[in-house]
């Protein structure tokens, strides 16, 4: 999808702010009743490859796919894999907890649940000078 169709469709939520990355992994953020989750397709990159920070409202994921050909290649016939480093920058509009934030690489996806942050309601007195008796 395009940047432009991505705006329209999706407004800002989806932000890229590195622009000129090696490659762009392909994001999904999606909303349950608990949280917002992220998930990244990231086949091929170790978890000990990968960085993943909050800044504000934005999650910023950086990481490298290295080279994944074993051994001595002679000659290439075809090379569509992408290499090299990558960063997303995901901007999360609805508020989160930071504290609860958990991530996981399973089967080449990059799963970021950011727990929803619930609203505090609270009962708010009203002040003032009592009404005067009217005698």
């Known amino acids: 999808m395009d940047r432009p169709t991505r705006r329209a469709l999706f407004g ?3 932000s890229d702010e590195l622009g000129d990355s090696a490659w762009r992994p392909a994001v999904d953020v999606f909303e349950t009743e608990k949280a917002v989750v992220v998930q990244v397709e ?7 490859d ?13 990481g490298v796919r290295g080279p994944g050909r074993d051994g001595e290649v ?5 090379i569509e894999i992408e290499r090299g480093p990558f960063e997303r920058a995901v901007r999360i509009a609805i ?4 504290d609860g934030v958990r991530a ?3 089967d080449g996806f990059l799963r970021v649940t ?3 942050r619930l609203p505090q309601h609270r009962r708010i007195p009203v002040e003032g000078t009592p009404p005067a008796d009217d005698a």
């Open 114 to 116: 950011l727990p929803k």
């Open 42 to 48: 990231l086949a091929g990159v170790a978890r000990g």
């Open 12 to 14: 800002d939520t989806l």
């Open 104 to 106: 996981s690489l399973d």
């Open 95 to 98: 508020p989160f907890e930071r």
């Open 50 to 62: 990968l960085r993943i920070t909050i800044d504000a409202d934005v999650l910023r994921i950086r």
């Open 74 to 78: 002679q000659r290439l016939h075809q």
